[in-house]
């Protein structure tokens, strides 16, 4: 016991001296999967009580809990943290404003006695610094953004990668399409969403190295009107599957489902739309990582935990918040043994939807033959991989 | 494998045609005197009082008439302030326009994710098959059928009637109407709960037939689109019709042209209507304004002194 105590501190110790030669500070370390010290002592000693004590755990949201997507996933996730800590009070905030309002929300909740508390969106990562910083006892982890720099000791990031199942959706399209043409509806030419639409092409690629994804943007995250436009353009190109990137998704679906299309779904399981053309789709469970988040803080075993940082989840880590939604009746067994083959694959050291070569839209390569791109390449993508037949829009 | 004309032609008929409902709309309101900037709200009232029947009943036609009901009667609610309680009619279409995104947004939660039995287009036998035409004027839903008689319907009723005489009137020369012992509110509550129906068919059409689903705020600004298209138009149905495919068809542009592989600048191609609004104003110009009715003319006089 003594030396396996040891044995984790001199890791930790190396940890840490890692951080500090590292450009950039400790942020950039997100398998630091064990307690790091503090100045010495044993684990238990230097652990900080960040996150502990606490009657309640907080989570805010930016929007209702009923919109069928991003929030509506927060707050189940939210719920999954009150049945595993019966003893915890879950305190949840709705339409929370990205601005000093969160900060304000979430000194509220710990004034309520929360201890822990999910900063849920984008642009909450201000106002989780800021309680961060006057609440050294609290952890505060913000979910989507991350942090440059030094981590301080009570604060995370984390986010999962939702392009993994989007390639593995891709390859259920590979299968069922017959022009070799899918479509993609998607908002803004946001990196999140590029990395989306290459890894389906390149997932569909894999099982039909004639098939391209036609791209249409809407520049708006809800105009139900102008998806029911692209999506009729796509068709009339003659595209037979259809997925997309919208926060509002039943229109879409709908679409194509009456055009006899097929689709792959997003942030919802929407089969019960599109009871024929119903592929698969990348939908969210937050559960897992909410739940081991909690844990952890709450355990005394936050700092220097893998969430004290930017913490990034795919099939490699497990609990990648993004799954696969359930298959719809006419993907074959074929298709989905070939999926599970990938999923499998990309849970390997080297397995990556931008496993090398990856070669962009005029030929060029970009990811070299056999590298396997970490998280912060995959997130910078910015140009369309080869089969993706569109361009960014000009801005 | 549709042309591109077709393609776009197609989509300027589909997405043109909620805006020309609001527009017509808007067109009746204006020629009785009344400019009603909420029409964006009655479309808005319209998609979801439209949809939540059509969820409720499970017929779209019951949606139909209360998207109109819906529409008219927030409508109805701006006549109220600037008919009888004599508000200015901008600030009072504002205030209509940001009630009824208030109470759509919060009512309509329970209907996000309903699923109805929508106006699905129907093929015209034989039309529809037409090369070119067919996909363009005879598969779309009925309630696109019904805009093609609406516009010419509304001029020949205003042109040509005596109805269409008093509600101009009501907008020209009140103190006419007055002299010939008619009084002129009721004529403008009439044309006021008019526009409001029709801009409610339009976003009853939106979510029924195009969209088949309600999204808060999914009218996305086409009533203004429908507002400044009346100016555009100089008040005339016909050409109300035509202005609403030549923006629905710079809607239907950017897809037509992404889907086939061309890089577009879709916010670009957003502001079109608007740009080609201006530009009418900025080439008409005194011309435009001689047509408004005279007593839109005062309204726009009085917002100027205040």
Redesign the interface.
Known sequence: MQLKLAGITLAAVSVLAACASAPGGCAATGTVAIAAPVGGGTVVDAAGKAGTGGSAVGFIMVG?K???GYNQAVYAGSQAVKAAFPDLQVLTAENVPEDDNAARVMEDMIRKGAKVLFATSYGHLDAAKKVAAAHPDVVVVEQGNSVTGAMPPNLGTYFGTVYEPMYLAGIAAGKATTSHKL?YVYAFPITQTIDNIDAFELGARSVDPQATT???????W?????????T???L????DVITQHQD?T??VI??AE?AGAHVVGYHSDAS??APNGWLTGAVWDWAPLYTDIVRTATAGQFTGSKYNANYRVGYKTGTNPFVMAPYGSSVSQETKDLIAAAQLRLATPDGSPFLGPVTDQDGTVRISAGTVPDYATIEAITYFVQGV??????? | MTSLLVDVAAGAVAGGTSIMYAGLGETISERAGIINLGTEGCMLAGALGGYAIAARTGTPWAGVVAGGLAGAALALVHGVLVINRKANQFASGFTVLFLALGLTSLWGVHYVGATIHALHPWRVPGLGSIPGLGPVFFRHDPLTYASFVAAPVIWWVLDRTRVGLLLRTAGERPEALEVNGYRVAPVQYAAVAAGGALAGLGGAQLSLAVANAWFENMVAGRGFIAVALVIFAAWHPMRVMAGSYLFGAALALGPALQARGHGVNQFALDVIPYVLTLLVLAALGRRTLQAAPDGLKRVFDSARVA
Do not use: F, M
């Open positions: 209702p009923d919109d069928y479509g036609y791209v249409v943007n809407t520049s708006s809800c105009d139900p009107a102008k998806q029911a436009q692209a009729k353009s796509l009339s190109e003659g595209v509002c039943a229109t709908k679409t009456a019960a739309l037949v569109g361009k960014l829009p000009s801005s």
